[in-house]
């Protein structure tokens, strides 16, 4: 004996098409935003912006550590200046500029 469960009417025969081509339609109008060279564009734009902000982040984290750094090398914890660390950094600082003056001022003349 045959089972009748496996026996479809043609009413459930065409609401399953019509549930198939509803789904379809869906699938390709998707694909149709997907595809779309504006969507192609803004996700392009989406990821540039998103490196960059991430390249961005690691320098400032970076630059951040740096300064951290180096503050904590001229600074005591209390806030107050290490002269002793100061003064010698600024004379080299004033010297540099002084020999970059000079050499420059030796090009143009």
Do not use: C, W
Not at 66 to 71: A, E, F, G, P, Y
Not at 75 to 82: E, I, L, N, S, Y
Request: hydrophobic fraction near 40%; aromatic fraction near 0%.
């Amino acid at each position: 004996m045959s089972d009748t469960s496996d026996i479809r009417t043609p009413a459930q025969i065409e609401a399953d098409i019509k549930r198939r081509r509803e789904t379809l339609a869906e699938t390709l109008d998707e694909i149709g935003v997907r595809v779309h060279p504006k969507t192609i564009v803004g996700d392009a734009k989406a990821k540039v912006a998103a490196s960059v902000d991430n390249s961005l982040g690691r320098v400032y984290v970076g630059a951040n550590r740096i300064v951290s750094d180096v503050k904590g090398h001229l600074v005591r914890d209390d806030g107050a200046p290490r002269l002793e660390r100061i003064v010698p950094v600024a004379l080299v600082a004033v010297a540099l500029v002084g020999v970059l003056t000079v050499s420059s001022r030796r090009r143009k003349g």
